[in-house]
C-alpha cells in the first residue's frame, strides 16, 4: 500500500528564504508526482507535475525534483515571499489513483 | 485552460436531508472524475472514481449508497450526500483528468459541507 509522507509538517520563515520541501513515497512503481498548493478554505492549485521518467521540473521560483529510486520527491522554493504562505501537497498517481502526503504548512513572514 | 468548477461552494442543511454537489470541466472533455474529502487539518481522501456513462469505483469504507455519484456526461458529475448527518461535514472536492493529460488531474475549488 502506498504511503506518502511530508517533512517538515509546518514551517515558518523570513521573507527571502531559500526553502525545501520534503516528499517521501513507499513504493516507487509511480507514474507520475504531482506537487500542489493548498490556501485555508480554498482547492488545490498545480504547481508542477513530474512524470516518471523525468528528474525534474521548474516553474518560475519553483523546482521539484524526482528520485523514484529513494521514493522521494522535494519542492524547492527560491526567495521565498509572504504570498507563498499556504499547505503544500504531494501527490503520487499510483495505479491512476493518487495518494495524497499529509502536507507541509508554511508561513512566511515579512 | 483545464478548468474545474463546483457548486455549490458553501452549502449549510439539517440533518436527514440531502445534498447534490455538482462538478464541471468547463473547457474540456473528462474521461475520469474524482471526489475526495478532507477533515480539517488533514490531507484528501480519495472517496471514488467515475468515468462518464458507468458506475463509480468506490474506495474502502465509503458507502455507496450513501454518497451517491452520477457521471452523466463528459463534463459533469454529481456527488449526492444522502441523509446527511453533521459527521458528513466536510469538504469535498473534485478533480478530473482529460484525454491525453499524462493523468494529470485538475481539481475543482471545492464544496464546504455544514450539517446541522
Known amino acids: 500500500k502506498q504511503e506518502v509522507t511530508q517533512i517538515p509538517a509546518a514551517l515558518s520563515v523570513p521573507e527571502g528564504e531559500n526553502l525545501v520541501l520534503n516528499c517521501s513515497f513507499t513504493?516507487?512503481?509511480?507514474?507520475?508526482l504531482q506537487w500542489f498548493r493548498q490556501d485555508p478554505g480554498k482547492g488545490l492549485t498545480s504547481l508542477l507535475l513530474?512524470?516518471?521518467?523525468?528528474r525534474e521540473q521548474t516553474s518560475g521560483r519553483l523546482n521539484a525534483s524526482l528520485d523514484k529510486s529513494s521514493g522521494r520527491s522535494t519542492l524547492y522554493i527560491a526567495a521565498s515571499q509572504p504570498g507563498d504562505s499556504a499547505t503544500y501537497l504531494c501527490a503520487v498517481d499510483n495505479t491512476d489513483k493518487l495518494i495524497f502526503g499529509t502536507g507541509t504548512r508554511l508561513q512566511v513572514f515579512p | 485552460g483545464a478548468v474545474v468548477s463546483q457548486h455549490p461552494s458553501r452549502v449549510i442543511c439539517k440533518s436527514g436531508t440531502s445534498v447534490k454537489i455538482e462538478c464541471r470541466s468547463l473547457d474540456f472533455q473528462a474521461t475520469t472524475m474524482f471526489w475526495y474529502r478532507q477533515f480539517p487539518k488533514k490531507s484528501l481522501m480519495l472517496m471514488a472514481t467515475s468515468n462518464e456513462g458507468s458506475k463509480a469505483t468506490y474506495e474502502q469504507g465509503v458507502e455507496k449508497d450513501k454518497f451517491l455519484i452520477n457521471h452523466a456526461s463528459l463534463t459533469l458529475s454529481t456527488l449526492t450526500v444522502t441523509s446527511a448527518h453533521p459527521e458528513d461535514s466536510s469538504f469535498y472536492i473534485c478533480s478530473a483528468t482529460r484525454l491525453g493529460g499524462y493523468n494529470e488531474q485538475f481539481f475543482g475549488p471545492g464544496t464546504r459541507l455544514t450539517v446541522l
Open positions: 513504493d516507487s512503481a509511480i507514474y507520475n
Open positions: 513530474i512524470q516518471s521518467s523525468q
